[in-house]
């Protein structure tokens, strides 16, 4: 999941600089990370419900949502997805007792050796 934590970081500055395909990359990426997850990690620990099941009931719609934005391009429809997203992982990390784990928009970009914004 630590890939994840990138990943999402990585999609809030593609959204931010409307770098589109950027961020369609991103949203692919934690997809495939989450399906990793799944297939590899399926317990973990203490958690009661199969970490398939949780992507499934967490992640899925607010990942589609955000795709959709992307699609259309629509930065004010991907802020408000990406928050929706960042909830979800909050909400995921609430219900498995890991809700010392909080999932936050990016406050500043760690990521000196990546170009964002295409356009400058």
């Known amino acids: 999941m630590a890939q994840s934590a990138v990943r999402h970081a990585k999609l809030w500055f593609a959204g931010q600089s409307q770098n589109w395909a950027l961020a ?3 949203i692919d990426e934690l997809h495939e990370g ?3 997850a ?3 990690h399926p317990t973990h620990k203490h958690i009661k419900q199969p970490i398939p099941e949780l992507i499934g009931n967490f992640m899925n719609k607010p990942l589609a949502a ?3 934005s992307v699609k259309d391009q629509n930065l004010h429809a991907f802020n ?3 928050d929706s997203l960042t909830a979800a992982c909050n909400a995921c990390h609430q219900s498995t007792e890991f809700g010392f784990n909080q999932v936050t928009t990016p406050l500043f970009n760690p990521f000196a050796n990546q170009k964002f914004d ?3």
Do not use: C, G, I, T
């Open 24 to 26: 369609a990359y991103e």
């Open 34 to 36: 989450f399906e990793d």
């Open 38 to 40: 799944a297939q590899y």
């Open 66 to 68: 955000l795709e959709q």
């Open 80 to 82: 408000k997805n990406f």
């Open 118 to 120: 295409l356009n400058h």
